[in-house]
């Protein structure tokens, strides 16, 4: 079986941030983005999210226009995409509005991790050995029919596809305001990744959504320099 596709999905702040340091949700986006990342949802076999984002924002991770939840099932899919949440230590709270909604759930995580977690009746557990390996976890998901995937966040798991060379395509929203505190968690951790500051993505497609500019990379391409 062939890997999926893998998209990236992420909005940061003029100067790279995904959130602030607040408890509450911090939008970045506006309502026509949003839109636009449901659309995105809508056209995935599974959304991907590390443990860390959904201890932290407790998502829904549903597509939520009844239109396009329609015209899923009318093509033979689930109504909402699967939800895949990737957890080394398996340490997911049971009472997360994520395991009661709908949508088929998978967590991903290693034999330690399998053995500690107390969501084993609310998802498919999935242990990937001692360690995870998101190579190994994408032949898996591929092995289940999963041919796209769309990856949410946060910023470890950013870092592990595009470190390891397995992101095909970035979606980034820029949203025109500064963040600047010095915890707010950031787009990415330093990290080796493949051809290092020389190395140019390809840009595909730049798209003014209001306020936001969306640019649409290809990781696995490179730019000419000029």
């Known amino acids: 079986m062939s890997r999926p596709y893998v998209l990236l999905s992420v909005a ?3 100067d790279g941030c995904i959130d602030d340091v607040s408890a509450g949700r911090f ?12 659309q995105v949802r809508a056209e995935s076999d599974a959304i ?12 829904r991770l549903l597509v ?16 909402h995409p ?11 709270d ?3 509005r994520l395991w009661r909604l709908g949508g088929g759930k998978l967590v991903y995580t290693t034999d330690s991790g399998a053995a500690a977690t107390t969501v084993d009746e609310l998802a498919e557990i999935a242990s990937l050995g001692a360690e995870i390996d998101f190579g190994a976890l994408l032949d898996d998901l591929g092995s289940r029919g999963v041919r796209r995937l769309m990856v949410e966040g946060g910023t470890c798991i950013h870092t592990e596809f595009l470190q390891a060379g397995l992101a095909d395509e970035l979606r980034m929203a820029i949203a025109p305001m500064l963040v600047g505190q010095e915890a707010a968690p950031r787009f990415l951790h330093p990290a080796d990744f493949p051809g290092g500051p020389a190395r140019r993505f390809h840009l595909e497609e730049v798209t003014k959504i209001g306020d936001v500019a969306v640019l649409r990379y290809f ?3 490179t730019s000419e320099s000029g």
């Open 219 to 221: 990781p696995k391409v």
């Open 94 to 96: 049971p009472a997360l």
């Open 27 to 38: 939008p970045l986006s506006n309502a026509a983005d949003f839109d636009h990342v449901d």
């Open 64 to 79: 939520r226009s009844a239109r396009r939840c329609a015209d899923r099932v009318a093509r033979g899919l689930p109504e």
């Open 12 to 14: 940061v702040s003029a």
């Open 48 to 59: 991907l999210l590390g443990a860390g984002t959904v201890r932290r924002d407790d998502p």
């Open 82 to 92: 699967l939800k895949v949440v990737v957890s080394g230590s398996g340490n997911l």
